[in-house]
């Protein structure tokens, strides 16, 4: 009885002191402040932190009511906006925004998010609501490689170029975290590590995958992007579901501790992805049960635990108990991962009085604000790529009395947006339908949808085409995939527009002959556009990606002349899967720009304009260097055509032809300018090209010796595909 009194009056002791705590002192740093927290948590405790990371049933991760310490949710989606937690403001899928080639877009629209998300958190926290998609911790950028056309997920990343995808992803942590000095407005994850590109699920599943690579492919091509992303600053990773090499990327020493913590001296935290941890036993038997895949995982790095479930069944880390009990993982590697993750909280300003935080005054007024939708428009416009424009039949498209608008994707707003996408307010989308009855100037708009099961087009109505556009002056044809086609989980079979969309395009065509047809195609992995870019009804091909909530009124602004689009393909489009490798081949030959020798339908960073750009006064310095500087390149570019546009610069080098083991070529700059055409026409640009750029892996980083080309233009240099400006080309010598 006196025991029970005695430990009654030390807690109550204790809850009143529990502010004079140093974790709680804000005159301490914050690394002070986490040694103190986590030096107060039991076992118990440091393994729930560890143990509930994710989605569902697995978080949030709990309160510790002793220490007056709140639920924290680990798990928010932030692609392309505040994902499924209500009402936000929706950005154009990643490819799509990689197909931008800007920094600066990108950036704004991770700034927008940021502040949607910060504020939907603060609200929902204040009513005790930490439920999934409610925290600040954000599973996003997606930063992996575009390897294979027919990869479900090529949707979600920046493409197939390491430095493109690494110089975006950067953009994204930074617009997502912000400048503060001292808080965090919401943490970016960069995933998923690594050597994850497919496939999902064809033609084996991704949950038991096991992805061979070579030493150099993964310096040289799997890790870049990744690495760019700590030097950013981003707090999270996600460790990926395959295995590398026979280890499974979340037990994988290699890569989470040697290359991530050790060489690249990464801060911040591990997650899994959801069951990632599960698998390691279940799906790649790579330990003999749940326990043993606790401490693999943990030993190696992983801090925090996506699970599929909240109990001991389903969840790994809810096994670390066990195992420190047992001897057989030592504590000190669960107060590293805690430690890792109450700093981020920390910086997140979870342990501070809210008046000092400035993102705590963030209002959610913000969401669908006029600055919102403006950057959601900017960005569906700039994401555009035109593939295809004839001189004579091609955009913009002038005034007509008539015009049919056809396709699944005419007036469906859900066909609109990727995977990973905001909740869809349809008030504020506009369709294509909608777009172009408001830009085009015509008399009479005929519509019709024809596949009547979306874009399977398994059920197609000819006579519905056929009606609308008998007679017209100019035919719009909408076609692709969507989500129903290609998402996580789901690869694609084939390169083939699904159903009968390729014979709607044909019966829309002949039933006006004529008429110029404008395709308009919603898609992330390419198609097979052959016959239209070869059949000369077709005046013009535009890749729309999946532009979200702003489609039509960025689809009506190109089509009457008011935008120039100015987007370049952030990938290669093949003529056939015959040029690439098998999708569970992970060799890098003939595999993306860098290393395919065969000629693709379109090369990666194409696109045309409206307009006509011209490059002159290249100057590299200085003309040699020492193995480990840097060069400068400066360019001028001059708008020669008749309208306002946006050009795309692009930076290419090449090594020696005696270095075998660098690719064709590297991108290594870029910059999207908008230039006018009479006057002020003319942009001097400079890039810096760096050492690191220059550098190839043998079984270490060396920067060979010799002759490196240069070349600046609006697209790759050596293609039979031209855009409309030129392509100089100048060399440094490197010695050694």
């Not at 890569?255 to 790649?284: C, M, P």
Request: glycine share 8%.
């Amino acid at each position: 009885m006196l025991m029970f009194v005695f430990l009654s009056l030390f807690y109550l002791s204790h809850a009143r002191n529990l502010d004079d705590y140093p974790f709680r002192n804000v005159s301490l740093s914050f690394e002070k402040r986490v040694e103190n927290l986590v030096g107060l948590l039991s076992l118990d405790e440091l393994v729930d932190q560890m143990a509930h990371g994710g989605a569902s049933r697995n978080g949030p991760a709990p309160a510790i009511p002793r220490l007056k310490i709140n639920p924290y949710q680990w798990g928010t989606e932030c692609l392309s906006g505040d994902v499924d937690a209500g009402d936000a403001t929706s950005f154009p899928i990643s490819l799509g925004m990689a197909a931008t080639f800007n920094y600066d877009i990108v950036y704004a629209v991770a700034r927008a998010t940021s502040d949607e998300v910060r504020a939907k958190n603060t609200e929902s926290t204040s009513k005790g609501n930490y439920d999934f998609h409610t925290g600040l911790s954000c599973w996003s950028p997606v930063i992996n490689i575009m390897r294979h056309p027919l990869w479900g997920r090529n949707q979600e990343t920046y493409g197939e170029d390491p430095w493109l995808s690494g110089y975006l992803g950067q953009a994204f942590v930074t617009g997502l975290q912000g400048h503060d000095s001292r808080y965090v407005e919401a943490n970016a994850g960069c995933k998923h590590f690594d050597v994850h590109g497919g496939p999902e699920n064809i033609p084996v599943s991704r949950f038991s995958f096991d992805a061979h690579v070579s030493e150099r492919d993964w310096r040289m091509t799997f890790l870049p992007q990744f690495k760019a992303c700590v030097d950013a600053g981003s707090w999270s990773l996600m460790c990926s579901y395959n295995r590398i090499n026979g280890i499974p990327a979340c037990a994988n020493k290699q890569l989470l501790t040697d290359i991530l913590r050790n060489e690249w001296n990464f801060k911040g935290y591990v997650v899994s992805d959801e069951g990632a941890l599960e698998n390691i036993y279940t799906q790649h038997h790579y330990t003999d049960g749940l326990l043993n895949a606790s401490i693999a995982a943990a030993s190696a790095g992983t801090c925090l635990e996506d699970g599929s479930t909240g109990d001991k069944a389903g969840n790994v880390f809810a096994n670390l108990g066990d195992a420190v009990g047992k001897n057989m993982l030592s504590i000190d590697v669960l107060k590293d991962a805690v430690s890792r993750l109450f700093m981020v909280r920390m910086k997140l300003g979870e342990f501070d009085p809210p008046e000092m935080n400035p993102y705590t005054k963030i209002s959610t007024d913000c969401i669908q604000s006029d600055k919102h939708k403006n950057i959601s428009l900017q960005a569906a416009l700039e994401s555009m790529v035109l593939i295809k424009n004839n001189r004579a039949n091609g955009l913009p498209n002038g005034a007509t009395h008539s015009t049919c608008v056809v396709g699944p994707f005419i007036d469906d707003p859900t066909l609109l947006f990727g995977d990973y996408s905001p909740t869809i307010m349809v008030d504020h989308v506009t369709t294509p339908l909608a777009g172009f009855k408001k830009y085009l100037y015509a008399d009479k708009i005929n519509s019709a949808v024809g596949c009547e099961d979306g874009p399977k087009c398994t059920k197609y109505n000819s006579d519905n085409i056929t009606q609308a556009c008998l007679g017209v002056e100019s035919i719009i044809v909408t076609a692709g995939l969507s989500r129903q086609i290609e998402s996580e989980g789901n690869d694609r079979a084939d390169l083939n527009l699904p159903g009968s969309q390729l014979q709607l395009i044909k019966d829309a065509a002949a039933t006006a002959p004529g008429a110029p047809v404008f395709l308009v195609l919603f898609n992330a992995g390419p198609v097979n556009v052959s016959w239209a870019l070869e059949y000369d009804q077709v005046g013009s091909i535009l890749v729309a990606f999946y532009p979200a909530q702003a489609t039509g009124e960025a689809l009506g602004m190109i089509f009457s002349g008011k935008y120039t689009p100015g987007g370049r393909l952030p990938f290669t489009w093949p003529k056939s899967l015959n040029q690439f490798p098998p999708i569970i081949n992970y060799t890098m030959v003939n595999r993306t720009y860098r290393y395919l020798k065969s000629e693709p339908l379109f090369p990666f960073g194409y696109g045309l304009s409206f307009t006509h750009f011209k490059y002159s006064d290249l100057n590299i310095e200085p003309a040699t260097i020492k193995a480990g500087e840097n060069v400068t390149v400066s360019v001028t570019v001059t708008n020669i055509g008749e309208r306002d546009a946006d050009e795309v610069t692009q930076v290419y080098i090449k090594w020696d032809d005696r270095v075998s083991a660098a690719p064709i070529r590297q991108l290594v700059g870029t910059k999207r300018s908008f230039i006018k055409q009479a006057t002020d026409n003319v942009k001097k640009l400079q890039f810096t090209i760096t050492a690191e750029q220059m550098q190839v892996w043998t079984t270490k980083w060396e920067i060979p010796s010799g002759k490196m080309s240069v070349y600046v233009g609006g697209q790759q240099p050596d293609q039979t595909k031209e855009v409309p400006s030129n392509i100089l080309n100048g060399s440094f010598q490197i010695e050694s």
